[in-house]
């Protein structure tokens, strides 16, 4: 069962920005209405009134999501029946199994009830728990922004002067000028916030469509991919219509327990799960050892000491990244554009054992080199192991040829001097 006690707040940078820019967009907006708008009417009253209404369902949505959160699983939790815990991954950090359709969000810590993705805006994964919530938000934010850029520019249009005169009034009236820059700003931020937010309520419209997130898409694209796939996958909980879709996740939001789902009669709850499982067995057999060569400098761990580049192909600010340092072991089963995905271990007892705390995330390529022997496949552990311990030796034997060449060339030089 779920638990939605949440340990996000507010004072986050994805949170403060999203309320400044609502705050920005809401402000300008309003003095706009009050300036086409000069006397009260009918008309005026209307807009004004509709316009502050999207705005505070905006911040309400905003927070029921953010405080609301995805669902906590519980911690430690097991299925009822001990034999379906075989078709259930389990999660070392909750020390539990994850039900279907759950996942381990880094950033809080906790397995989330069919979770979307982690929002850093709302500073919360979305889950089953604040799905509808989050809809609301970026359904609601988009549809005022629309109402703001229109305003705003009929505001401008009709009672801002050319941009030639802009030098003179800003010396004349400052007041004037002024507020002219806060609307060019307020319309710039909600034609940004309008054409960004729009496109990710269309994509969650879709996934509600289909009753998939985005990982479970990520997770069904990979399943028709694998080598040993004779069939196309089924998705379980495709219940053949949009409409029977969207009931069952209001139903699953309003009262669900976030562990069972209806599913399609060919289907049933562990269908998915045993398609994951079969895929985590495929990420072990091509797995790739890496060891550090070059360690990350800055904490951050952006790749900026790597280059442009390397800084531009970087994962979003969301994802994890960790911090690696020469002759460090790095167990890596995913690549994208430059920047391995990856867990950092360490040889104990002939075998790899991961870091304590764990540590796995994103860094960047330029830092490894694939121990030699080290491939995808066919190699035994005991092989990785051995190979590895080989690589580091050598690196350390090179390190050390290095330092003793500096020590020998620094002597010479001295010698040199001492002799001149």
């Known amino acids: 069962m779920c638990c939605n006690q949440r340990s996000n707040t507010v004072w986050h940078y994805g949170p403060l920005i999203a309320l400044t820019l609502i705050s920005v967009i809401t402000t300008s907006t309003v003095g706009c209405l009050l300036r ?17 209404a999207v705005a505070l369902g905006t911040i309400i949505s905003f927070f029921a999501a953010m405080y609301r959160g995805g669902g906590n699983i519980k911690k430690g939790w097991r299925p009822k029946n001990k034999d379906d815990e ?4 389990y999660c070392k950090i909750c020390k539990g199994f ?6 381990h969000d880094h950033v809080s810590g906790r397995c989330i009830s069919k979770m979307d993705h982690f929002c850093p805006w709302i500073n919360s994964a979305v889950g089953n728990g604040n799905q509808i919530d989050f809809l609301a938000f970026v359904f609601l934010a988009p549809l005022g922004c629309f109402f703001a850029t229109i ?11 050319k941009p030639r005169y802009w030098k003179y009034i800003s010396h004349t009236n400052p007041a004037a ?3 002219i820059l806060f609307t060019v700003i307020g319309l710039a931020c909600a ?5 960004a937010v729009g496109l990710l309520c269309c994509m969650q419209i879709s996934g509600i469509w289909s009753n998939m997130t985005q990982i479970e898409q990520w997770i069904i694209s990979k399943a028709n991919r694998r080598e040993d796939r004779e069939a196309p996958f089924v998705f379980p909980y495709d219940l053949g219509s949009g409409v029977a879709n969207v009931t069952e996740v209001f139903r699953q939001w309003y009262s669900g327990d976030g562990v069972t789902w209806a599913v399609r009669e060919d289907c049933d709850q562990y269908t998915l799960t045993r398609e994951q499982l079969a895929q985590k067995a495929t990420k072990r057999r091509y797995t790739v050892t890496h060891v550090v060569t070059q360690a990350t400098a800055h904490w951050l761990c952006r790749g900026m000491e790597f280059g442009f580049c390397s800084w531009w192909r970087s994962p979003w600010p969301s994802e994890p990244r960790i911090q690696v340092a020469r002759g460090d072991i790095v167990r890596v089963w995913s690549i ?11 040889i104990q007892n002939g075998k790899f054992e991961s870091v304590k705390p764990r540590q796995r995330g994103w ?3 330029i830092c490894v080199e694939v121990a030699d022997g080290v491939g995808v496949g066919g190699d035994t552990l005991a092989e990785e192991v051995a190979a590895t311990v080989a690589a580091i030796k050598a690196m350390q034997a090179t390190s050390a040829d290095a330092r003793g060449g500096d020590t020998q060339t620094g002597t010479v030089a001295a010698d040199k001097e001492k002799h001149d």
């Open 36 to 52: 086409l708008f000069p006397a009260p009417s009918l008309e005026a009253i209307f807009i004004l009134v509709s316009f502050l």
């Open 86 to 89: 075989q078709y259930l991954q």
């Open 98 to 103: 994850k039900p279907p359709r759950s996942h």
């Open 151 to 161: 305003i705003q520019g009929v505001f401008l249009y009709m009672y801002i002067p």
């Open 177 to 179: 000028f002024q507020e």
């Open 191 to 195: 034609v940004a916030v309008c054409i």
């Open 336 to 346: 994208d554009s430059g920047w391995l995905y990856g867990e950092k271990v360490v």
């Open 363 to 365: 860094f960047p390529e």
